[in-house]
């Protein structure tokens, strides 16, 4: 929910009524562990494109093949691979 790290909120609605200006521009992730599985969930945080090539989600683990990344971002994720599962884990708990 970090608004400086991920920033899903940015561009999703959560079941978070304390935090507001919420997105509406990705999917309400309201229940999203009713729809998704961990796998699913997983695929989408850290390379949706495998899904929609037209997707304007970030990629906030793949590194390759990205064009147009300033050096001081090249070859680094946006998240770390502890981050990504904890973005999972917590996306896992969202059933209503």
């Given amino acids: 929910m970090s608004r400086q790290l991920g920033n899903c909120l940015l561009c999703h609605r959560m079941p978070i009524p304390e ?13 999203v562990a009713t729809r998704l599985s961990e796998g699913q969930s997983r ?7 495998r899904l929609n ?7 906030y683990y793949r590194v390759e093949g990205l064009q147009r990344v300033m050096a ?21 708990t969202l059933r209503q």
Avoid: C, H
């Avoid at 935090?19 to 229940?31: A, C, H, T």
């Avoid at 695929?43 to 494109?49: C, G």
């Avoid at 971002?73 to 999972?88: F, G, H, M, N, S």
């Fill in 43 to 49: 695929l989408r945080i850290v390379d949706s494109s």
């Fill in 19 to 31: 935090e507001r200006f919420q997105g509406n521009i990705g999917p309400d992730l309201s229940g």
């Fill in 72 to 92: 001081a971002y090249r070859d680094k994720p946006v998240l770390t691979a502890e981050q990504i599962e904890d973005a999972v884990a917590f996306l896992l």
């Fill in 53 to 59: 090539p037209a997707t304007i989600m970030p990629l």
